[in-house]
Each structure stands twice: as structure tokens, then as C-alpha cells.
């Protein structure tokens, strides 16, 4: 069956950098587009970043373009998420998520949670100041 399991969480000050990764297993990854949501206490899941499934196209939320990166390699079945300039405001438990399969209508799982069939178990994110 489908998993995705997420590393690379913990603590971290103001401006300070974590990468996340998560390994994907039970399916043929480099066939679909892979991304990441995060949460915090109180808030609906957010979208945070998509890369589609070569690799070649990435869409981040506003707020986080420009500081946060998301990657693949299709190799390991591996899609990461690099962070940088970390605010208090990033804190949440990041979920790694599967989106829509290559070739079919949908291109992209976009901002709305029911767009990725598969989560991962999250991993927790903590920025102080």
C-alpha cells in the first residue's frame, strides 16, 4: 500500500533553516505529483509547496516562496522540503502528500487538502524566537 514517511522535523530559532524529506513507498513515484501541506493548532491544513512529477515544476504558497524549496529524486523516491528563513509562523506539523497520477486530466493537486489522495504521519516543525 501507499506510504510516505516524513523526517527531518524539530526545533529551530528565527531564521534558521530545516530540510524535510519523505520516502515513498507502494507506488510508482515518478508517476505522480508530490507535495507538501502543513498544520498548525487551531488552523485548517495549508498548502505548502507541489513539484509535479519530473521534477521541472514546482508552485509554492505566497507565503513561502522565496524562502522554501521542494525537491524529488526519482532515484530514491524521495521528495524533500528545504526551508530557510524560518519564522515563528512556519511552526506546524508538515505532511508529505501525493497528488495526481501523469496522464490523466488533473495536472496539479493545488491548494485544496481534497486534491492528495495519500498523507503521510506529519512531522513537527517549531520555530522560537
Known amino acids: 500500500q501507499v506510504q510516505l514517511v516524513e523526517s527531518g522535523g524539530g526545533s529551530v530559532q528565527t531564521g534558521g533553516s530545516l530540510r524535510l524529506s519523505c520516502a515513498a513507498s507502494?507506488?510508482?513515484?515518478?508517476?505522480?505529483?508530490m507535495g507538501w501541506f502543513r498544520q498548525s493548532p487551531g488552523k485548517e491544513r495549508e498548502f505548502v509547496a507541489e513539484i509535479n512529477w519530473s521534477g521541472y515544476s514546482t508552485y509554492y504558497a505566497d507565503s513561502v516562496k522565496g524562502r522554501f524549496t521542494v525537491s524529488r529524486d526519482n532515484d530514491k523516491r524521495m521528495v524533500s522540503l528545504q526551508m530557510g528563513s524560518l519564522e515563528p509562523e512556519d511552526s506546524a506539523v508538515y505532511y508529505c502528500?501525493?497528488?495526481?497520477?501523469?496522464?490523466?486530466?488533473?495536472?496539479?493537486?493545488?491548494?485544496?487538502?481534497?486534491?492528495?489522495?495519500?498523507w503521510g504521519q506529519g512531522t513537527q516543525v517549531t520555530v522560537s524566537t
Open positions: 502528500v501525493r497528488g495526481p497520477r501523469r496522464f490523466t486530466p488533473r495536472t496539479r493537486g493545488g491548494f485544496d487538502p481534497s486534491g492528495w489522495d495519500s
Open positions: 507502494g507506488f510508482r513515484f515518478e508517476n505522480y505529483n
